[in-house]
C-alpha cells in the first residue's frame, strides 16, 4: 500500500476512535466504560506510530488530538486503566519524539555527507573534464609538433626558393587551420615593397588582389614581430578592414627574417574573429624560423652552385661549365640541323696593361669587356672567360655573318667604349701609374676575335674552339683589333 494512503488510513482511524469516544462519553457511562480501554489503546498505538508516519506538525496534530480524546476520558471515567493510558502515551509519545530526533539527525547527517559526495562528485567530473580537455589541448599540440617535425624533414631537402616557399604556404594553411587565406609577401629589393609570393585560399575563396600587403602585413614588416589581431573591428590600431574580395575578422601574422632584416611577411586571415590563439602564433612563428633557415640554406646553395660555375670578376661562365653548355647546345643543333657560331676574342697588349697600369686596372679593363660582351651579346647566346684575358661566346642559331655582325659590334664597341682607358683618374684612384705610356697603348683597349661555326666548320665542341682559337691567333698576327671569320 502506498504511504500516502497509510497516512490518510491512519488519520481517519484517530478521527473514528475520538469520535465512537466522544459519543460513549456523551452517552451511557456503562458502554463507555467497557470501550474506552480499548479505543484509548488504539489511540495510543496511533499516536505512536504517527511519529514514525507523518512530519512532525502531522504528529503533533495526531498525538494532541490523541491527548485531548484521553484526557477527556479519564476526566469522565476516573478508570485506572485509562490513568495509565495517559501514562504509558506520555512515556511512549516521548520516547517516539527522541526517537523521531534521533532519525532526523541522523537523515540531516546522511543528507549533508549526500550533499558532500554529490559536491566531491562534481569535482570529480570537472577535473575529469579539464583532464580531458588538456589531454586534448597536449594532443594537438603533440600532432602540430609532429607536422612541424614533418615540415622541418621536407624543408631540408628543397633548395628551390619557389618549392620552399609554396611548401610553408600550404603546411602553415593546414597546421593552423581556421583560415580563409594563407599569403607569403616578399620584400621586393627594387621597389623596397611587400610582393605576393606564393598563396593559398580556403575552396570558394575568390582570387587575390592585394599584391602588395595591407595594413597588417606593412605592420609587421616595421615592428619585426609577429601578430594577433582578434578583431579587426575594436583593435585601435588599425582601421576597419575592408577588402574587396572577402571579409576580414581576425588576422595572424609573422614576419619572414634573414638576419636581423625581415625579408617577408607570412599571414592568414579569417572572417570569423577571434579565430586565433596565442599557440596559433606561437606555432607560426616557430614555422617561419623553419622557413627561414630553409630560405637562407637555399640561397647559400644556390650561392655555391653560382660560384663553381661563375668568374668572381666579370660573373661570367668558367671554362668547364661553358664546354658543358656547348656540348649540350651540338647536341641539339645536330638533331634540329641548326648552325652554332663560337666567338673566341682575346684583349689586345693585356700584359702591356698590367705592367704599366697594375694589375687593379686590368681587372677593370676585364670587368669592362664583360660588360660589353653582355650588353652586344643577343638572348639565347652564352659569354664565359676562357682563361687570362680570353672571353668566349656561345651563339646558338646564329650562321657565319651574322656571327661576325655580332664580333665586329663587340670589337667596335670595346674599341668605343675603353679607349683611353683606365682613364687619369681611375689611374691615380687606383695607384697604377708607372712611368712613360708603352706606344702599344695609345689607341686605347681593343680585342681581336676568332670565330668558328658549326657544322662548317667542326662537328665536335673541342674541335670548334680549336678552330676559333687559331682564328683568333690569326687576328693578332694580322695587326689585332680584327675578326677573322675563316
Known amino acids: 500500500m502506498p504511504a500516502s494512503a497509510i497516512r490518510w488510513l491512519v488519520a481517519l482511524t484517530v478521527v473514528f476512535a475520538c469520535v465512537v469516544l466522544g459519543q460513549s462519553l456523551l452517552g451511557h457511562a456503562e458502554a463507555a466504560a467497557r470501550t474506552a480501554p480499548t479505543l484509548a489503546a488504539m489511540l495510543v498505538a496511533l499516536a505512536t506510530y504517527a511519529w514514525g508516519l507523518y512530519p512532525v506538525a502531522g504528529s503533533l496534530g495526531v498525538s494532541a488530538g490523541a491527548l485531548v480524546c484521553l484526557a477527556w476520558a479519564w476526566a469522565v471515567l476516573q478508570m485506572a486503566g485509562l490513568g495509565w493510558a495517559l501514562a504509558a502515551?506520555?512515556?511512549?509519545?516521548?520516547?517516539?519524539?527522541?526517537?523521531?530526533?534521533?532519525?532526523?539527525?541522523?537523515?540531516?547527517?546522511?543528507?549533508?555527507?549526500?550533499?558532500?559526495?554529490?559536491?566531491?562528485q562534481t569535482v570529480k567530473r570537472q577535473a575529469i573534464a579539464l583532464a580531458g580537455q588538456t589531454a586534448d589541448a597536449l594532443q594537438k599540440k603533440l600532432a602540430r609538433y609532429t607536422q612541424l617535425q614533418a615540415i622541418a624533414e621536407a624543408l631540408s631537402n628543397l633548395t628551390d626558393l619557389t618549392a620552399i616557399a609554396t611548401l610553408a604556404v600550404e603546411r602553415a594553411f593546414d597546421l593552423i587551420g581556421k583560415s580563409d587565406v594563407c599569403l607569403l609577401f616578399v620584400v621586393d629589393p627594387d621597389q623596397q615593397e611587400l610582393s605576393l609570393f606564393a598563396s593559398q585560399r580556403r575552396e570558394g575563396m575568390p582570387s587575390i588582389r592585394a599584391k602588395h600587403g595591407d595594413q597588417f602585413d606593412r605592420h609587421v614588416l616595421r615592428s619585426h614581430r609577429p601578430l594577433l589581431v582578434s578583431d579587426t573591428?575594436?583593435?585601435?590600431?588599425?582601421?576597419?578592414?575592408?577588402?574587396?574580395?572577402?571579409?576580414?575578422?581576425?588576422?595572424?601574422?609573422c614576419p619572414l627574417m634573414a638576419g636581423e632584416s625581415p625579408a617577408g611577411v607570412l599571414r592568414l586571415d579569417s572572417a570569423s574573429a577571434g579565430a586565433y590563439t596565442q599557440d596559433d602564433l606561437r606555432f607560426l612563428d616557430i614555422l617561419l624560423d623553419l622557413v627561414a633557415t630553409a630560405l637562407t640554406n637555399a640561397r647559400l646553395f644556390?650561392?655555391?652552385?653560382?660560384?663553381?660555375?661563375?668568374?668572381?670578376?666579370?660573373?661570367?661562365t668558367l671554362r668547364r661549365p661553358?664546354?658543358?653548355?656547348?656540348?649540350?647546345?651540338?647536341?641539339?643543333?645536330?638533331?634540329?640541323?641548326?648552325?652554332?657560331?663560337?666567338?673566341?676574342?682575346?684583349?689586345?697588349?693585356?700584359?702591356a696593361y698590367n705592367d704599366t697600369f697594375g694589375h687593379t686596372a686590368g681587372d677593370v679593363i676585364l670587368r669592362r669587356v664583360?660588360?660589353?660582351?653582355?650588353?652586344v651579346v643577343p638572348p639565347g647566346g652564352a659569354i664565359g672567360r676562357y682563361g687570362g684575358e680570353e672571353f668566349v661566346v656561345l651563339l646558338p642559331g646564329?650562321?657565319?655573318?651574322?656571327?661576325?655582325?655580332?664580333?665586329?659590334?663587340?670589337?667596335?664597341?670595346?674599341?668605343?667604349?675603353?679607349?683611353?682607358?683606365?682613364r687619369e683618374g681611375e689611374r691615380r684612384a687606383l695607384q697604377a701609374v708607372r712611368t712613360a705610356q708603352p706606344a702599344e697603348l695609345e689607341e686605347g683597349v681593343t680585342v681581336s676575335v676568332g670565330l668558328a661555326v658549326f657544322p662548317d666548320d667542326a662537328k665536335v665542341d673541342l674541335e670548334l674552339i680549336r678552330i676559333a682559337d687559331q682564328r683568333l691567333y690569326q687576328a693578332k698576327h694580322a695587326g689585332r683589333n680584327v675578326v677573322v671569320s675563316s
Not at 573591428?233 to 601574422?253: H, K, N, P, Q, Y
Not at 646564329?398 to 683606365?422: C, D, K, S
Open 398 to 422: 646564329l650562321a657565319r655573318h651574322q656571327a661576325g655582325e655580332v664580333a665586329e659590334q663587340v670589337r667596335r664597341t670595346v674599341g668605343r667604349q675603353l679607349q683611353g682607358v683606365p
Open 302 to 316: 644556390a650561392k655555391t652552385q653560382q660560384l663553381a660555375v661563375t668568374d668572381s670578376l666579370t660573373d661570367l
Open 322 to 351: 661553358f664546354l658543358e653548355q656547348l656540348t649540350r647546345e651540338l647536341t641539339r643543333a645536330w638533331r634540329s640541323r641548326e648552325p652554332v657560331s663560337v666567338l673566341m676574342l682575346d684583349v689586345d697588349h693585356f700584359k
Open 89 to 120: 502515551f506520555g512515556v511512549l509519545a516521548g520516547t517516539a519524539v527522541w526517537q523521531r530526533r534521533l532519525r532526523d539527525g541522523r537523515l540531516h547527517r546522511l543528507r549533508r555527507t549526500l550533499e558532500e559526495l554529490r559536491g566531491q
Open 233 to 253: 573591428r575594436r583593435d585601435f590600431r588599425f582601421t576597419v578592414a575592408v577588402a574587396r574580395e572577402r571579409e576580414i575578422g581576425s588576422v595572424i601574422a
Open 370 to 375: 664583360a660588360d660589353v660582351l653582355r650588353a
